[in-house]
């Protein structure tokens, strides 16, 4: 005899990382119990999300100072964000 073990909905990695299962096996004479640890493998499954829908700022030219000059910002829940500079 065997057995299987199924997932009855979908599983996020941002709401629950691991799951540990307590298992029981028996033929009606004796038992035997293990444990099932189960790791939630995260996946880039949300957008990046920006703070406003438009941005706009102002460049002096040849104006140096305080650069680079940070004209938006993105965050997302599911991978890192690499920062660039235009």
């Given amino acids: 005899m065997t057995g299987a073990i199924y997932v009855a909905g ?9 799951y540990e299962l307590r298992l029981a096996a028996s033929d009606n004479l004796k038992e035997n119990y293990t444990t099932v640890v189960i790791h939630i493998k995260d996946v880039n499954d949300n957008p990046p999300v920006f703070e406003r829908p438009t941005y706009r700022t102002q460049i002096t030219e040849e104006d140096d100072r305080n650069l ?4 938006l910002r993105a965050s997302s829940n599911s991978c890192v964000i690499g920062m660039r500079s235009f």
Avoid at 68 to 71: E, I, L, Q, Y
């Fill in 10 to 18: 979908a599983l996020d990695y941002e709401t629950r990382k691991r």
């Fill in 68 to 71: 680079p000059k940070s004209v």
